[in-house]
T-cell receptor, first 113, second 114 residues
């Protein structure tokens, strides 16, 4: 079992819809959770981070964290074709004070006009 | 402020050779991490350097090594290249360890081993 699991997709949504991306992790000691967006041929770009249970909103993006269920999600409201990319979930390993992140395999999102 | 720069951007090597990749962090950033990205394994952590010291190491063979210089620039080296080492090698910098939310990736070096 991989430490961070994501559905590889592609997840296809129509323009204007809500895209829901999910991620589960196995390390109960993980404290910090991140969502990166990676366009084809480009490097990952941090779009959201969340440390506490609950929701965190930033513009059209909402990150949701449930540590009891070891589950993180990213909601993208009013999806745009420019949101089409691979979304990577990343978590910090237990007891790691450095910058090491464990990444999921990514979910490819396609937003159709 | 200039972003993270990596050189070279593309590289083709032959199996058995060795390669050195370079990463210059954002000005003022002193922590540098390296990742390998492949279609099959995804993005995997290689190692992290801070103050010229390796702080963390991922699960890669000893053929993969790195170092950091006093100006925070970092290099990674892969010896005795194998076909499976073909990947995108990404460097990320942050001000200090633990500052994940301020960690930025460079454009990567695409290594092809033939």
């Amino acid at each position: 079992q991989k430490e961070v699991e994501q559905n590889s997709g592609p997840l296809s949504v129509p323009e204007g819809a809500i895209a829901s991306l999910n991620c589960t992790y196995s390390d109960r000691g993980s404290q910090s959770f991140f969502w990166y967006r990676q366009y084809s041929g480009k490097s990952p770009e941090l779009i959201m981070f969340i440390y506490s249970n609950g929701d965190k909103e930033d513009g059209r993006f909402t990150a949701q964290l449930n540590k009891a269920s070891q589950y993180v999600s990213l909601l993208i409201r009013d999806s745009q074709p420019s949101d089409s990319a691979t979304y990577l979930c990343a978590v910090t390993p237990h007891n790691n004070a450095g910058n090491m992140l464990t990444f999921g395999g990514g979910t490819r999102l396609m937003v159709k006009p | 402020k200039a972003g993270v720069t990596q050189t070279p951007r593309y590289l083709i090597k032959t199996r058995g050779q060795q390669v050195t990749l370079s990463c210059s962090p954002i000005s003022g950033h002193r922590s540098v991490s390296w990742y390998q990205q492949t279609p099959g394994q995804g993005l995997q952590f290689l190692f992290e350097y801070f103050s010229e010291t390796q702080r963390n190491k991922g699960n890669f063979p000893g053929r993969f090594s790195g170092r950091q210089f006093s100006n925070s620039r970092s290099e990674m080296n892969v010896s005795t290249l194998e076909l499976g080492d073909s990947a995108l090698y990404l460097c990320a910098s942050s001000p200090e360890p633990g500052h994940h939310h301020e960690q930025y990736f460079g454009p990567g070096t695409r290594l092809t081993v033939t």
